[in-house]
């Protein structure tokens, strides 16, 4: 059995951004329009959820009381998990992705073997259980790469945040000679040069990050939350995202590595899409790679017409209704018509 979990807010919501506004974050909070903002292609997600992955046993839409009006809530294996519905109150409200995805394995009725999806994240082509697990462990490239951080507020402090637990709790030698071929992969293809390049050093120096559709186990968060509940705790306290003193989901994905609970796959197998360099629309009507993320930016000075150029190709590839969309919506829009 195989869950997909997706998070998802509408930044433009009101009542929402009321709440935001109701509390006053430091100095580090991270502002950005692009980090609440909603393209509005949430259904061709759901539509390409069941066009190419129609095996999925169910679906958790995770989102802090929003729900877009369009959803089928009746559909047989969509949970629409409200934050409060998982989340400790303690934590409560938030507005960093950080304690909202460190504590998905609380959903309830969640299965050990899950697929998270931020809503940036879309299948364009059919895939297999298989792509994602295999003997029940997750298919991922375990590359080594080293952290770099570009300025202050860069994700990159997460990340070594994240991997002084890694190295605090496991050393990357044994790790390796446990597993060398898991680690030194022909599959890795001409990425396997980053992990060759690091393999003197002592520790591990970081991984490469796909930003794509992510395999998790439930079990893995429950193992990090044993062992470093402490920080986790701390963490989700922070209703901003902090840069300094926060881990993030990073943390579980190479826990699992550090553990060998992992399969090789190929670094291929998607495509991660910088909207201001690539051709986004090009890219989902080409065929060529079964999933993407599409990477939002602050620096995006003609929005509107490339988020309708993005909606146009979307439309074209998944043109058919899905059955998480609500017919009664299209009665709705007739009457106004009328």
């Given at each position: 059995?195989?869950?997909?979990?997706?998070?998802?807010?509408?930044?433009?919501?009101?009542?929402?951004?009321?709440?935001?506004?109701?509390?006053?974050?430091?100095?580090?909070?991270?502002?950005?329009?692009?980090?609440?903002?909603?393209?509005?292609?949430?259904?061709?997600?759901?539509?390409?959820?069941?066009?190419?992955?129609?095996?999925?046993?169910?679906?958790?839409?995770?989102?802090?009381?929003?729900?877009?009006?369009?959803?089928?809530?009746?559909?047989?294996?969509?949970?629409v998990?409200?934050?409060?519905?998982?989340i400790?109150?303690?934590?409560?409200?938030?507005?960093?992705?950080?304690?909202?995805?460190?504590?998905?394995?609380?959903?309830?009725?969640?299965?050990?073997?899950?697929?998270f999806?931020n809503?940036?994240?879309?299948?364009?082509?059919?895939?297999?259980?298989?792509?994602?697990?295999?003997?029940?462990?997750?298919?991922?490239?375990?590359?080594?790469?080293?952290?770099?951080?570009?300025?202050?507020n860069?994700?990159?402090?997460?990340?070594?945040?994240?991997?002084?637990?890694?190295?605090?709790h496991?050393?990357?030698?044994?790790?390796?000679?446990?597993?060398?071929?898991?680690?030194?992969?022909?599959?890795?293809?001409?990425?396997?040069?980053?992990?060759?390049?690091?393999?003197?050093?002592?520790?591990?120096?970081?991984f490469?990050?796909?930003?794509?559709?992510?395999?998790?186990?439930k079990?893995?968060?429950?193992?990090?939350?044993?062992?470093?509940?402490?920080?986790l705790?701390?963490?989700?306290?922070?209703?901003?995202?902090?840069?300094?003193?926060?881990?993030?989901?990073?943390?579980?994905?190479?826990?699992?590595?550090?553990?060998?609970?992992?399969?090789?796959?190929?670094?291929?197998?998607?495509?991660?899409?910088?909207?201001?360099?690539?051709?986004?629309?090009?890219?989902?009507?080409?065929?060529?790679?079964?999933?993407?993320?599409?990477?939002?930016?602050?620096?995006?000075?003609?929005?509107?017409?490339?988020?309708?150029?993005v909606?146009?190709?979307?439309?074209?590839l998944?043109?058919?209704?899905?059955?998480?969309?609500?017919?009664?919506?299209?009665?709705?829009?007739?009457?106004?018509?009328?």
């Amino acid at each position: 059995m195989i869950d997909f979990v997706i998070t998802w807010v509408d930044g433009a919501d009101p009542a929402w951004q009321k709440k935001r506004a109701d509390y006053h974050p430091g100095s580090r909070e991270d502002a950005g329009t692009a980090r609440y903002r909603d393209w509005g292609l949430l259904r061709y997600w759901f539509r390409a959820v069941e066009a190419f992955a129609p095996w999925v046993r169910r679906v958790y839409l995770v989102t802090d009381g929003q729900c877009p009006p369009w959803l089928n809530r009746a559909r047989p294996g969509l949970v629409v998990a409200d934050h409060r519905d998982f989340i400790p109150d303690r934590y409560l409200p938030t507005f960093s992705a950080n304690p909202i995805e460190l504590n998905l394995h609380r959903l309830e009725g969640l299965a050990e073997q899950f697929v998270f999806f931020n809503d940036d994240m879309y299948l364009l082509r059919p895939v297999q259980p298989e792509d994602f697990f295999r003997g029940g462990l997750p298919v991922d490239d375990a590359l080594l790469s080293p952290v770099i951080v570009t300025h202050k507020n860069d994700i990159g402090s997460i990340a070594l945040n994240d991997m002084c637990l890694i190295n605090t709790h496991f050393e990357k030698r044994h790790t390796i000679r446990a597993a060398p071929f898991k680690w030194l992969c022909p599959r890795y293809g001409p990425a396997l040069l980053r992990t060759l390049c690091l393999l003197p050093w002592r520790h591990f120096p970081g991984f490469y990050n796909d930003h794509l559709p992510q395999p998790f186990l439930k079990s893995s968060f429950e193992d990090v939350w044993q062992k470093e509940g402490e920080v986790l705790d701390e963490v989700c306290t922070h209703r901003f995202r902090d840069y300094q003193r926060d881990v993030n989901q990073w943390l579980i994905r190479y826990w699992q590595f550090a553990q060998n609970r992992f399969v090789p796959g190929s670094p291929a197998r998607g495509k991660d899409l910088d909207i201001l360099r690539q051709d986004v629309a090009g890219h989902i009507l080409g065929g060529k790679s079964r999933m993407i993320c599409i990477n939002d930016s602050d620096k995006i000075r003609n929005f509107e017409d490339i988020r309708a150029d993005v909606e146009r190709a979307f439309q074209k590839l998944l043109p058919i209704r899905s059955s998480f969309e609500d017919d009664r919506e299209n009665e709705s829009v007739k009457e106004e018509k009328l």
